[in-house]
């Protein structure tokens, strides 16, 4: 059975930070191109960063150089290090695992706001 579970969401402060966590199991892991996405109330979900199995990255415009993707193949685990967070990131992040098929987890709540 496919989990893939997010956690480290919260509230923060603007600029202030956060790191997301994306444990998977049930799948080859180190395979996946792994994600991260997120979508704001009213608005279509949004690429954020991925990782590809080589580990190539790529972010968003909104985020780069303030947001960082990484991956540990040893823990099946893929991370979001979102620094200088800006009222305008909250958002549910999702997890998202893809090659033969499609894995998304269930989101995890991001409030930036004072």
């Known amino acids: 059975q496919v989990q893939i579970v997010e956690s480290g969401g919260g509230l923060v402060q603007p600029g202030g930070s956060l790191r997301l966590s994306c444990a998977a199991s049930?799948?080859?892991?180190?395979?996946?191109?792994m994600s991260w996405y997120r979508q704001c109330p009213g608005k279509q979900r949004e690429l954020v960063a991925v990782?590809?199995?080589?580990?190539?990255?790529n972010y968003a415009d909104s985020v780069k150089g303030r947001y960082t993707i990484s991956r540990d193949n040893a823990k099946n685990t893929v991370y979001l290090q979102m620094n200088s967070l800006k009222p305008e990131d909250t958002a549910v992040y999702y997890c998202?695992?893809?090659?033969?098929?499609?894995?998304w987890g269930q989101g995890t709540q991001v409030t930036v706001s004072s």
């Open positions: 998202r695992a893809a090659y033969d098929l499609i894995h």
């Open positions: 990782v590809t199995s080589s580990g190539n990255t």
């Open positions: 049930g799948i080859g892991f180190s395979i996946y191109t």
